[in-house]
């Protein structure tokens, strides 16, 4: 005879969740904790993580995208906590130091954080920046004064530029600094990119507490951070990951959702959350009339590729930074992954639109290879590269984009919308997805508890 644990009700409800990237686990995760819910996450691929997943590069396992968590991911952090990741053994957490080089212009910025308390540390740390004039110094010394008093002040949104402008930020120091820092957050050009969007996210790191602004950088592949926690603690009570099952539409009743399709088989659920990418979403939703408006918001949405270049050097050689900013060719940023015991080891990313999109691969990394020579002309030659391109790594985050974001209630009912592309404030970022997942989460359970008090007799 089946046995039931103590204390799972007779009639738990089931929640099928669409996608398992980072936005779909934190709602997993969640909902597990629930005992009167039962949870099946359905991932189309063979693995889970989404947009941020390992990928085996020869014996090594790295990711498909090197990216960079900082000190104001709480809700990532502290998932990462509950589920018993060691946040001291996954990350070297250090204070914001940027070091960001033109070799062509032989120019060097170099911003470092104090502990001391904010704003002092951003403060000071604009005031003594290396490779800015006194005139661009104190022009950004001003900018960070006014985010602390919460002091921008422009009727519906702008781009960054406008801002940069409207705020007296010289060019030199748009071009030298806001700029990169602007990609490196949104993932969109300064021209295009939200003002809103890039306060939050200043807004967030620097305004609160000094480490907010800290670097974390991960020992480990971004598959061990959540991916396999999050499937320990999802398996371990009584829930269920299914990979490579893809959802192709959904079953409705008297106007409610009830179910969804796979394999042309029908999976019963009360209540269903698609935590895909909002490409997807759009085709899984197209059609239904109650979902015509969200289908109309998810059509306008573009994308803005994400490029990494995997180039093993010999194991003695380092950039003698974790992080190292270039300016004047493709490359961006270099990943010293000497860190994640890969010595030799250089991820270089490439955000955002531009001129390399044109170049095929093996001229891609033949270019890097040039530039970073420039960088390190005594370095050897790399004998190894792999490059990935994401190709839609996240969402155009252009000015008014907040406007078209979707909330994670749709007016189906029972279905319900996860992912760093819903309504968050934040740009496409791990912890927009993983805010959303949660958020997605408690609200279903708010709404679970209501129906169920509502069901029972009073009195009782
Ligand atoms: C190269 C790169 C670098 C990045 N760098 C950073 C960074 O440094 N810092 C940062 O914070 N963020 C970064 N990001 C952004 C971050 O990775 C994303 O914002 C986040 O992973 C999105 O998670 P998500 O769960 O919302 O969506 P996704 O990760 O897209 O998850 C959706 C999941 O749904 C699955 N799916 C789709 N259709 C179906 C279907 N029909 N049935 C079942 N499953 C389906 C997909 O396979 C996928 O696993 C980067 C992204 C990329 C690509």
């Known amino acids: 005879m089946a046995t039931t644990e103590p204390n799972t009700p007779l009639n738990p409800k089931h929640i099928a969740i669409i996608g398992g990237g980072w936005a779909g686990l934190a709602a997993a995760v969640e909902l597990s904790r629930q005992p009167e819910i039962k949870v099946t996450l359905f991932e189309s691929a063979?693995?889970?993580?989404?947009?941020?997943?390992?990928?085996?590069?020869?014996?090594?396992?790295?990711?498909?995208?090197?990216?960079?968590?900082?000190?104001?991911?709480?809700?990532?952090?502290?998932?990462?906590?509950?589920?018993?990741?060691?946040?001291?053994?996954?990350?070297?957490?250090?204070?914001?130091?940027?070091?960001?080089?033109?070799?062509?212009?032989?120019?060097?910025?170099?911003?470092?954080?104090?502990?001391?308390?904010?704003?002092?540390?951003?403060?000071?740390?604009?005031?003594?920046?290396?490779?800015?004039?006194?005139?661009?110094?104190l022009r950004a010394l001003q900018f960070g004064a006014r985010l602390f008093m919460h002091a921008f002040k422009f009727k519906g949104d702008i781009s960054v530029t406008e801002l940069m402008q409207r705020y007296k930020q010289p060019a030199s120091l748009v071009e030298k600094f806001w700029e990169p820092l602007c990609i490196a957050i949104m993932n969109t050009p300064i021209t295009q990119a939200s003002a809103h969007i890039f306060l939050r996210v200043l807004h967030d790191s620097f305004r609160n507490h000094s480490h907010d602004a800290d670097l974390l950088y991960a020992r480990d592949d971004l598959g061990s951070l959540l991916p396999d926690p999050a499937t320990l603690y999802i398996e371990k009570k009584g829930n269920t990951i299914k990979l490579g099952q893809r959802v192709s539409g959904f079953e409705i009743k008297n106007n409610k959702l009830c179910g969804l399709l796979i394999d042309e088989q029908?999976?019963?659920?009360?209540?269903?959350?698609?935590?895909?990418?909002?490409?997807?979403?759009?085709?899984?939703?197209?059609?239904?009339?109650?979902?015509?408006?969200?289908?109309?918001?998810?059509?306008?949405?573009?994308?803005?590729?994400?490029?990494?270049?995997?180039?093993?050097?010999?194991?003695?050689?380092?950039?003698?930074?974790?992080?190292?900013?270039?300016?004047?060719?493709?490359?961006?940023?270099?990943?010293?992954?000497?860190?994640?015991?890969?010595?030799?080891?250089?991820?270089?990313?490439?955000?955002?639109?531009?001129?390399?999109?044109?170049?095929?691969?093996?001229?891609?990394?033949?270019?890097?290879?040039?530039?970073?020579?420039?960088?390190?002309?005594?370095?050897?030659?790399?004998?190894?590269?792999?490059?990935?391109?994401?190709?839609?790594?996240?969402?155009?985050?252009?000015?008014?984009?907040?406007?078209?974001?979707?909330?994670?209630?749709?007016?189906?009912?029972?279905?319900?919308?996860?992912?760093?592309?819903?309504?968050?404030?934040?740009?496409?970022?791990?912890?927009g997805a993983v805010r959303s997942g949660l958020q997605c989460a408690r609200q279903i359970i708010e709404t679970i508890q209501l129906e169920t008090s509502s069901e029972q007799p009073a009195g009782q």
């Open 46 to 137: 063979r693995q889970l993580g989404g947009r941020a997943r390992r990928v085996p590069f020869g014996k090594l396992r790295v990711d498909n995208g090197q990216h960079l968590i900082i000190g104001a991911y709480k809700e990532t952090l502290s998932l990462m906590e509950f589920l018993g990741v060691d946040l001291n053994k996954k990350f070297l957490r250090q204070p914001l130091d940027l070091n960001i080089r033109n070799p062509l212009k032989r120019q060097t910025i170099k911003l470092k954080a104090s502990r001391l308390p904010a704003p002092f540390h951003l403060l000071l740390a604009l005031l003594v920046c290396r490779g800015l004039s006194l005139h661009e110094r």
């Open 266 to 431: 029908i999976v019963s659920a009360d209540h269903v959350i698609i935590a895909t990418a909002p490409h997807t979403c759009h085709s899984l939703i197209s059609g239904h009339t109650d979902l015509h408006y969200i289908e109309q918001q998810l059509g306008q949405y573009h994308y803005q590729p994400v490029c990494t270049i995997y180039l093993q050097y010999p194991p003695d050689i380092t950039t003698g930074h974790h992080m190292l900013g270039t300016l004047g060719g493709h490359a961006q940023w270099l990943f010293d992954r000497a860190i994640y015991n890969q010595p030799g080891l250089m991820a270089v990313v490439i955000s955002s639109e531009g001129l390399h999109m044109e170049l095929d691969n093996e001229q891609l990394i033949e270019q890097v290879k040039k530039e970073i020579s420039l960088l390190f002309p005594n370095w050897p030659e790399a004998n190894d590269s792999l490059i990935i391109r994401e190709k839609r790594a996240t969402f155009h985050c252009t000015s008014n984009i907040n406007q078209i974001r979707p909330e994670n209630k749709t007016p189906l009912e029972g279905l319900w919308l996860a992912g760093d592309y819903t309504n968050t404030g934040y740009p496409a970022t791990l912890e």
